[in-house]
């Protein structure tokens, strides 16, 4: 068995084992990042979610939270917004020489050369996020290869990316609720809150 072959299984069974076992669905996106990084050489690596038309990173190896914050992309913008938009991967093999790449996050040396690759994440035949890396470039690299892991990491992570999206839309939901309750008794008159029973007058 070649190198590259035992590393892609040692990927797969490790992501499927901290998928079985892990149920904090934030900790297990970070876990799936922290295997790539260890056997991939990647430098960065990020887990974006769709909200709408805009792709959010919700969950990142190698960037501060003030660098995530700024990582957001329209669908169509920048690669990564391209392989939401088109529902394929995306290759860059040098950041450097290739308009497109925006770094938003400005995580990176741009005039280190860097390699890029962006996978879409599926759900029920829908685009729901990317996932995707930064690694370094070396003689013999094949990012085809490397492309196509991160589909197979993409698929079998699309069930707890789903997940983690709707535990967020229900959070929100609950804050958007709590906050419009707060509004009506603001906004409410004392008498209308307190009701017309004598007793509680």
Do not use: W
């Amino acid at each position: 068995m070649d190198n590259t072959l035992a590393r892609e299984i040692r990927v797969i069974k490790e992501i499927s084992k901290a998928i079985v076992h892990e149920r904090d669905i934030e900790m297990l996106l970070n876990n799936i990042l922290a295997v790539l990084n260890r056997e991939m050489k990647m430098l960065r690596g990020t887990i974006t979610i769709l909200h709408g038309d805009t792709l959010s990173i919700e969950a990142s190896h190698g960037l501060d939270k003030s660098e995530m914050q700024l990582g957001h992309y329209h669908i169509g913008e920048g690669v990564t917004g391209m392989v939401a938009a088109t529902g394929k991967p995306q290759i860059v093999p040098d950041v450097r020489k290739d308009k497109r790449f925006l770094n938003r996050t400005k995580s990176r040396d741009e005039t280190a050369a860097v390699a890029f690759i962006c996978v879409p994440i599926f759900h029920l035949d829908e685009v729901i996020g990317t996932l995707s890396i930064d690694r370094e470039i070396e003689p013999g690299m094949d990012l085809e290869r490397d492309a196509a892991l991160l589909e197979i990491v993409g698929n079998i992570t699309a069930d707890a990316v789903s997940l983690f999206t709707r535990e967020q839309e229900e959070h929100r939901s609950l804050r958007e609720e709590n906050e419009r309750l707060r509004n009506m008794l603001i906004d409410e008159a004392p008498g209308e809150i307190v009701g017309n029973c004598r007793e509680m007058q």
